[in-house]
């Protein structure tokens, strides 16, 4: 069966400190991983699509890397405007556009 | 561009009542998918269409019917809404181009079943 789990649900961090938010999954083939940030009352904000291990992708103090079991979102020196819950979703292989979510990792930065 | 847009923004039913959630995109994305959040279940899918007059079921399609007439809309239906139903709602939409896959969502429809 196909999953997606992310950890930790919720990660609490002064401003400046890194980290990395996990996502763990198991998917029939694997056509893409993609991560989403997502503000409170709005819709999912597309952040990175990986597509094979060892591939990273990097935007402001976001980078996103990719093994075979799992990704990771590290975030450097994080401000409070990078307050939010991250989602992470695989792409199974076949030609639908179907998306598996985890369950998300709610991120607050601390001034 | 608008993107994904989606109308009401809030609504409250009575349970029995039917309603159709609207989903418009203007980005001529083939694919479209519904889906919903609740606290601690993440986002599921219900239903997802690969073009116009194609679509099929997702992980919880319980309840809910769709329609594809159009590349641009993807009404969702609730046809006896429960209780059960009270969840956020997101439309999304994406390109079957190779490496151009994410989806794009909407800012959600928030429904209240009482």
């Known amino acids: 069966e196909d999953q997606v789990t992310q950890s930790p649900e919720a990660l609490r961090l002064q401003e400046g400190e890194s980290s990395s938010l996990n996502c763990s999954y198991t998917?029939?083939?694997?056509?893409?991983l993609f991560w989403y940030r997502q503000d409170p009352g709005k819709g999912p904000e597309f952040l990175f699509t990986?597509?094979?291990a060892g591939e990273e992708k990097e935007k402001e103090r976001l980078k996103a890397t990719l093994t075979k079991k799992e990704s990771f979102l590290h975030i450097t020196a994080p401000k409070p405007e990078d307050s939010a819950t991250y989602l992470c979703?695989?792409?199974?292989?076949?030609?639908?556009?179907?998306?598996?979510f985890g369950q998300g990792t709610t991120l607050q930065v601390k001034p | 561009n608008a993107g994904v847009t989606q109308t009401p923004k809030f609504q409250v039913l009575k349970t029995g009542q039917s309603m159709t959630l609207q989903c418009a995109q203007d980005?001529?994305?083939?694919?479209m998918s519904w889906y919903r959040q609740d606290p601690g279940m993440g986002l599921r899918l219900i239903h997802y269409?690969?073009?116009?007059?194609?679509?099929d079921q997702g992980e919880v399609p319980n309840g809910y019917n769709v329609s594809r007439s159009t590349t641009e809309d993807f009404p969702l239906r609730l046809l006896s809404a429960a209780p059960s139903q009270t969840s956020v709602y997101f439309c999304?939409?994406?390109?079957?181009?190779?490496?151009?896959?994410?989806?794009?969502f909407g800012p959600g429809t928030r429904l209240t079943v009482l």
């Open positions: 999304a939409s994406s390109t079957r181009a190779v490496g151009k896959n994410e989806q794009f």
């Open positions: 998917v029939s083939g694997l056509r893409g």
């Open positions: 990986l597509y094979s």
């Open positions: 979703a695989v792409q199974p292989s076949g030609n639908t556009g179907k998306l598996i």
């Open positions: 980005m001529n994305h083939e694919y």
């Open positions: 269409s690969v073009g116009a007059g194609i679509t």
